[in-house]
């Protein structure tokens, strides 16, 4: 497979997935958090499928395409290490719906950040929250849900948050 190829597919995916999120969440109340806005893409994509949710989006970096820069008082700016605590102190644990697609090219790094915003993207979610990640997280009380049809098992990871009930 080209690179072209394997591009399309994992931007197909990761479409997919967001698609079959915001139709997952719909009746579930509570904001929406990116974690990695980059150029926007995603965020716009998001905000275009669920234009009355409340999405914020985190960064540490504003660098998006012209029209895809978040209103200031959604915008997270820094690692999300920090600013995960610091939405948490804000929001609470309200997030519908969480997507994170952070990191870079290197798969040690990237399994170290997994590690620690794990338990950081918990903290924001609600019960029967959503997350939607592009890397493997692993979090007591989250279940791994079934990829959409379409999309190859290991390409993208979607969780469904404990019902609080237990
Ligand atoms: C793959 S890009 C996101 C692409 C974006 N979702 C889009 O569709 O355009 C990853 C982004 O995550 C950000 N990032 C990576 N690690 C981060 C961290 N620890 N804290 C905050 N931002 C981080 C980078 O600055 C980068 O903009």
Known sequence: MSRLDSFIRRMTAQ???????????????GPVLELGLGNGRTYDHLRERMPDRDIYVFDRRLKPHP???PPQDRFFLGEVTETLPAARARLGATAALVHTD????????NAELA?????????????SGIVV????LAVAG?????????????RYYLYRSADGTA
């Open 67 to 69: 029209d895809c820069v």
């Open 15 to 29: 479409r997919t997935c967001l698609d079959w999120a915001a139709e997952t969440i719909r009746g579930l109340p």
């Open 102 to 109: 952070l990191g870079t090219g290197d798969a040690a790094a």
């Open 133 to 136: 990640a592009n890397h493997e």
């Open 142 to 154: 989250w279940s791994l849900l079934p990829e959409p049809a379409g999309v190859k098992p290991g």
């Open 115 to 127: 590690r620690i915003v794990g338990p950081l993207i918990a903290a924001v979610l609600r019960p």
